[in-house]
């Protein structure tokens, strides 16, 4: 009997232990915090101004950054994901091929993040500085500046949309597999090709679980620390064109956090951690919460 | 309204359909070409004596990555050590008592962990360990690193013990053997290959990442095996690496992201492997 009570204890602990790692770190979270946002107020997301040297911390560039380098990401890969998700989901269901480009897609969703940021920086860097050099004297004929420096908005952009390509295809494609195939029958019985049954009965049956696919990849992308920190160009000023340098929330934080000196400094960049941390789990926990309706009502 | 006639709506089907296969084309392109240039970079560094020595100093050619490679071993153990066990524990409690206050919580912060991102998960390392401590060291690392690997051993156990056939259990508890017993002796193991792949997809998750390491293991140019001194790690050297304007450093960078891809892709595929296989067998 004592055994028995034992392991039902064991077993309970576990299931606290986790709950409480969960807790404290959302408190440690708000407590690093804290110096911070008492100096900053609310105007710590409002201020443009973010330097080390006078102690001054406002976090809207990183803010804007990573929304714009996300949604951006998000815009460019959508119609890739979703074209991937309908041929693995809908047209090549089983038979080896499409058991092939399943497999591949899962495992290129495990290469880790640094080694796409590597790519970014040798492959597609040199690419977009060419194309920024062309671009060049356009810009200025419209009084725009373009520097062809290579680094930026756009590239991490580029290098987002790729790294979440297998994230939204594969969400999209259990989602899409999750359509009642007497619906689609039904459809195909009344004489509708291919792409009516696609438009009229998939479409509308799984759409809010490929909304909810899309939700899950922008957390992702939010959260993306280093890809984008090697080809986004580190400056701390709001990114004033698409072929300009910026940072985001999770860039910042990885290039200064080891080498903050003062408290405030320090201080700051865990409240840009606290803000990051309260985005990426909404837009989780919506996500997520959606599919799970979903695949109940399926 | 006109009905659209017969060969316009087969056309549009026939574009539809070019236009899918054409768009998953194009998005399989910059995926191919990735692994496809990681290789051809990469493997022409790769030699035994690259794996196996240390880095040179600054401006000198050769060295190698065995700092790294023993680090990140290092790093992936620590992590295993803390979150398998921890993880296993809440799977099995999640499995057997499904519906209870405490289990909607767990399955929370589950949900939350999973979610967070590993810069995040850095942030709290270095205020715990690394700030306390007053140094960087392996360990802080480490449990970086478990904190994203729980989530993954947690929803593993939780889901494979959950699909063990419910007549074992109760074959086991009519014979009159203990709950304990039965849960140790009869649906752990049943379950076991999907335990082991769900602590490789773990692995092979935690292995890449280096955003939790920069403030926490912070890096290692010398062997080293204590798990309170800094310590290298694959990811970190590529991305230290792939920053200096050096030619050399940056072609052992390719070098080094291949090691670390065959690293991540072998425990991904075995973990799928020992749980496809085992599905056959109910």
């Keep these: ?298 | 309204m006109r009905e659209p006639s017969i060969q316009r709506r087969l056309l549009v089907n026939g574009l539809f359909r070019f236009a899918i296969c054409g768009l998953a084309a194009a998005a399989l392109v910059p995926l191919f070409l990735i692994l496809a240039d990681v290789f051809r970079k990469g493997s022409g560094v790769l030699s035994w004596d690259f794996l196996t020595s240390l880095p040179k100093a600054t401006g000198e050619s050769g060295g190698g990555i065995a700092n790294a490679i023993v680090g990140t071993l290092m790093l992936i153990g620590i992590a295993s050590l803390l979150a398998v066990p921890l993880g296993i524990a809440a799977g099995v409690y999640l499995s057997e008592v499904r519906k209870s206050r405490l289990a909607y919580f767990t399955r929370l912060a589950v949900d939350i962990l999973q979610g967070m991102p590993s810069v995040v998960i850095g942030i709290i390392a270095y205020l715990w360990l690394v700030r306390s401590m007053g140094r960087f060291t392996a360990l802080s690392g480490g449990m970086a690193l478990a904190l994203m690997m729980l989530p993954l051993v947690v929803r593993g156990t939780e889901e494979v013990l959950k699909l063990v056939p419910a007549h074992l259990k109760e074959a086991s508890l009519a014979l009159g053997v203990p709950h304990y017993r039965t849960v140790l002796r009869v649906i752990i193991p049943c379950g076991l290959p999907g335990i082991i792949s769900a602590v490789l997809l773990g692995v092979s998750r935690i292995a890449g990442e280096t955003a939790p390491l920069l403030f926490t293991a912070f890096g290692n140019r010398f062997l080293e095996f204590s798990p309170l001194k800094p310590v290298g790690s694959l990811p970190l050297t590529i991305f230290t690496y792939a920053m200096s304007p050096y030619e050399d450093l940056q072609a052992q960078a390719w070098g080094a992201s291949v090691v670390l891809i065959l690293l991540v892709l072998v425990t991904n595929i075995i973990a799928r492997i020992v749980i496809t296989r085992w599905k056959i067998q109910f």
């Design chain 1, 1 to 298: 009997m004592q055994r028995e009570r034992l392991f039902q204890w064991v077993l309970k602990a576990g299931a606290w232990l986790v709950g409480v790692h969960v807790l404290v770190i959302s408190l440690t979270l708000v407590w690093g915090a804290f110096p911070a946002l008492k100096a900053f107020g609310a105007g710590f997301l409002w201020s443009t101004h973010w330097n080390p040297v006078t102690d001054e911390f406002g976090a809207l560039p990183f803010l804007v950054g990573t929304l714009i380098t996300s949604f951006l990401a998000l815009l460019l890969s959508l119609p890739l994901s979703l074209a991937m998700a309908l041929l693995l989901g809908e047209f090549l269901r089983g038979g080896w091929l499409s058991n092939f480009f399943k497999s591949m897609v899962d495992l290129i969703a495990a290469v880790p993040s640094v080694i796409f940021g590597y790519w970014g920086l040798m492959v597609l860097v040199p690419l977009v500085r060419e194309l920024e050099m062309k671009l060049m004297p356009v810009g200025q004929s419209f009084g725009m500046e373009i520097l062809p420096y290579g680094v930026g908005i756009l590239t991490s952009s580029l290098v987002l949309a790729v790294m979440i390509i297998p994230n939204t295809a594969s969400i999209a494609r259990e989602v899409l597999e999750l359509v009642p195939a007497d619906l689609k029958e039904a459809g195909y019985s009344f004489g509708a090709t291919r792409y009516e049954v696609v438009r009229s009965v998939i479409v509308p049956y799984a759409r809010s679980g490929i909304f909810a696919g899309v939700l899950l990849s922008l957390g992702r992308a939010l959260g993306e620390t280093m890809a984008v920190t090697m080809v986004i160009g580190n400056t701390n000023e709001i990114p004033t064109s698409l072929f300009g340098t910026g940072n985001t929330m999770a860039s910042v934080i990885a290039n200064e956090l080891a080498e903050a000196t003062t408290s405030i400094h320090y201080s700051s960049l865990v409240a840009v951690g606290l803000v990051l941390f309260l985005v990426t789990t909404v837009i989780n926990f919506a996500g997520t919460y959606i599919i799970k309706k979903m695949s109940v009502q399926a």
